[in-house]
């Protein structure tokens, strides 16, 4: 399979996109994951809360989230925020290379002084990073 890189950060882009709309799906995953285990009754287990050291003066700021709500927010999401920055991080790159070596595809139909203008801001850059 032939892909150019400009397709390449288009796919990626649009798998970014597909990791935001799976941000509002945690329920329905939670729900057919319930019908895959094996009884079915499975709840969040709640490990045994360790007491933190209060500094005298200090505020209680700490918010205590039920199971479920701390599986959605600091795992999932968190999995998904990952995936979709990195995703996104990528694409950039590939959106870059693209720009920067598309004149290499046509260099019959440039001139020679547009030849060497994007040599040297492809040498640029290689040399930048």
């Known amino acids: 399979m032939n892909m150019d890189i400009n397709t390449t950060s288009n796919l990626l882009s649009s798998l970014a996109q597909y990791f935001q709309y799976l941000r509002n ?3 329905q995953y939670q729900y057919e994951a ?3 285990a094996l009884t079915g009754n499975e709840k969040y287990t709640e490990r045994r809360s360790t007491k933190r050291r209060r500094h005298f ?3 209680n700021t ?3 989230l039920d199971p479920r709500e701390k599986m959605r927010s600091q795992i999932y999401f968190s999995i998904l925020d990952n995936l979709q920055t990195e995703i996104i991080h990528r694409s950039e790159v590939y959106k870059t290379c693209s720009a920067l070596s598309e ?4 260099l019959k139909k440039l001139s020679d002084e547009a030849i060497v203008l994007n040599a040297q801001k492809l040498k640029r850059h290689i040399w930048k990073t």
């Open 25 to 27: 799906e945690f329920d």
């Open 34 to 36: 319930k019908g895959i």
């Open 57 to 59: 003066g200090k505020p």
């Open 62 to 64: 700490e918010v205590i």
């Open 103 to 106: 004149f290499l595809f046509n």
